[in-house]
């Protein structure tokens, strides 16, 4: 089955530092990539949507100039959660589709910023 | 836009029963229902999903009823064992300018006692 990697799979930062995670799919080449946000005990939160080699595009109340997504390749995104604070502390986990359907999901990236 | 609501939100069964957790969307435009179950600090893992062109799916323990008239879709769990405990999360697609990101209900955690 189609396989997305995601690292670090935990992280602790210091605020006001920023953070790279990666999204990688390692047996499919994925023509969309989507990150989400998971807070304790709730559902996940659409945050973008990625698609290799344009802009991202962002859902309402996501700040484009803070969580910054990078899609280089098939098979590689990035988001960047820049300038991070306290409240950026989450669960944030990437999806990576073959079509419009299957998503297949990264195991996910537990932010910690002190 | 699309919303998709889902009940319970908490689920208690024991061993041997049977689980349902129902779900409803409300843009007629989707045609795509992912049953997805997570663990804790795990990533979501596929279980099912059902294509608008059929009314119900199973898979062994597992099946997915789709009711596009009234727009709900239920998850059943045949037979429930304890390793069936986890959070269940819905899902429907399109939404409308997201690329086919998913739009997930809430979640429902269910506990199958032994």
């Known amino acids: 089955g189609a396989v997305v990697s995601q690292h670090p799979s935990r992280v602790i930062c210091k605020s006001g530092t920023s953070v790279k995670i990666e999204c990688r799919s390692l047996?499919?080449?994925?023509?969309?990539m989507f990150w989400y946000r998971q807070f304790p005990k709730q559902s996940l939160m659409l945050m973008a949507t990625s698609n290799e080699g344009s802009k991202a595009t962002y859902e309402q109340g996501v700040e484009k100039d803070k969580f910054l997504i990078n899609h280089a390749s098939l098979t590689l995104s990035t988001l960047t959660v820049t300038s991070a604070h306290p409240e950026d502390s989450s669960f944030y986990i990437c999806s990576a589709t073959l079509d419009r359907y299957e998503q297949y999901f990264g195991p996910g990236t537990r932010l910690t910023v002190t | 836009g699309e919303n998709v609501e889902q009940h319970p939100s908490t689920l208690s069964v024991q061993e041997g029963d049977s689980a349902v957790i129902k779900c409803t969307y409300s843009d007629s435009a989707s045609n795509y229902f992912p049953w997805y179950k997570q663990e804790l600090g795990k990533r979501p893992q596929l279980i099912i999903d059902?294509?608008?062109?059929?009314g119900e799916k199973k898979d062994q323990r597992i099946a997915v009823t789709l009711n596009k008239t009234a727009k709900h879709f239920s998850l059943h769990i045949t037979e429930t064992q304890p390793e069936d405990s986890a959070v269940y999360f819905c899902?429907?697609?399109?939404?409308?300018?997201?690329?086919?990101?998913?739009?997930f209900g809430k979640g429902t955690s269910l506990l199958v006692t032994p």
């Open positions: 899902a429907a697609e399109p939404r409308a300018n997201s690329g086919y990101a998913l739009n």
């Open positions: 047996d499919f080449q994925a023509t969309t």
């Open positions: 059902i294509r608008s062109n059929v």
